[in-house]
C-alpha cells in the first residue's frame, strides 16, 4: 500500500539543518497549507493547516541553503507515525511526512 502525499504551502520557518550521531545531514521543516472554501451561507472562509518534515542528506544540505521562512514550497514524501512517552509517562504520537522531493 502506498502513503505518497503531495502538499504545496509555505514553510513556517527556516529550515532547521542538524547531523545524526553519524553525521548525517537532516532538515525538519514545517509548512503552512491554505484552505479556501465557501461556507454554508456562501461566504468565503480560509482554515490553515501545518505539517511538519523530514529531509535527509544532500536535500536537506541544498534546502538549508536556499529555502527561508515564507518560501513557497511543494513537497512530496510518505507519511510516518512516530509514538513516544513524554516525562510525565502520557503517549503522545504525532504524523510526519518524510519527504522525497522538495521544489
Do not use: C
Not at 14 to 36: C, F, K, Q, W, Y
Not at 45 to 65: I, K, M, Y
Amino acid at each position: 500500500m502506498d502513503n505518497t502525499v503531495t502538499l504545496i504551502g509555505n514553510l513556517v520557518e527556516d529550515p532547521e539543518l542538524r547531523h545524526t550521531g553519524s553525521n548525517i545531514p537532516m532538515a525538519n521543516i514545517r509548512i503552512a497549507v491554505n484552505r479556501r472554501y465557501r461556507d454554508r451561507s456562501d461566504q468565503w472562509q480560509e482554515q490553515t493547516s501545518f505539517f511538519g518534515g523530514t529531509l535527509w542528506r544532500d536535500q536537506a544540505e541544498n534546502a538549508a541553503q536556499s529555502l527561508s521562512k515564507g518560501d513557497r514550497v511543494i513537497l512530496s514524501g510518505t507519511l510516518e507515525q512516530r509514538n513516544w512517552e513524554n516525562n510525565e509517562g502520557e503517549k503522545r504520537s504525532v504524523v510526519e511526512i518524510r519527504i522525497d522531493d522538495i521544489a
